[in-house]
Nanobody, 117 residues
Framework: QVHLAESGGGLVQAGGSLRLSCAAS????????MGWYRQAPGKQRELVAD???????NYEDSVKGRFTISRDNAKNTVYLQMNSLKPEDTAVYYC???????????WGQGTQVTVSS
């Protein structure tokens, strides 16, 4: 089984920064894509950013220039540096990993990010 452990959420004022981390553990050979999704109350879960094992990153338009995703393949860990946070970034942030030849999806338990105005 695969386990994703997230950390780094919290409460911050608008304009502030937070860094999320997600470490994958368990039995697997390699992780194809790691990413972060978020879900605000009453809204669907949406992709925030993801990154391939080769370092290619993809961002949702509203976070471009503010958020940076990175990963440490040796540690099976993905990070999300969030700067210039806005109240509309408030959501539960979920880590996601696509693992194995079939790209099976695994999810973390979620971490709350709250940005006050």
């Amino acid at each position: 089984q695969v386990h994703l452990a997230e950390s780094g959420g919290g409460l911050v004022q608008a304009g502030g920064s937070l860094r999320l981390s997600c470490a994958a553990s368990g039995r697997f050979f390699s992780i194809n894509v790691m990413g972060w999704y978020r879900q605000a109350p009453g809204k669907q879960r949406e992709l925030v950013a993801d990154i391939t094992s080769g370092g290619y990153a993809n961002y949702e338009d509203s976070v471009k220039g503010r958020f940076t995703i990175s990963r440490d393949n040796a540690k099976n860990t993905v990070y999300l540096q969030m700067n210039s946070l806005k109240p509309e970034d408030t959501a539960v942030y979920y880590c996601n990993a696509a693992i194995g030849p079939r790209g099976n999806n695994y999810w973390g338990q979620g971490t709350q990010v709250t940005v006050s105005s």
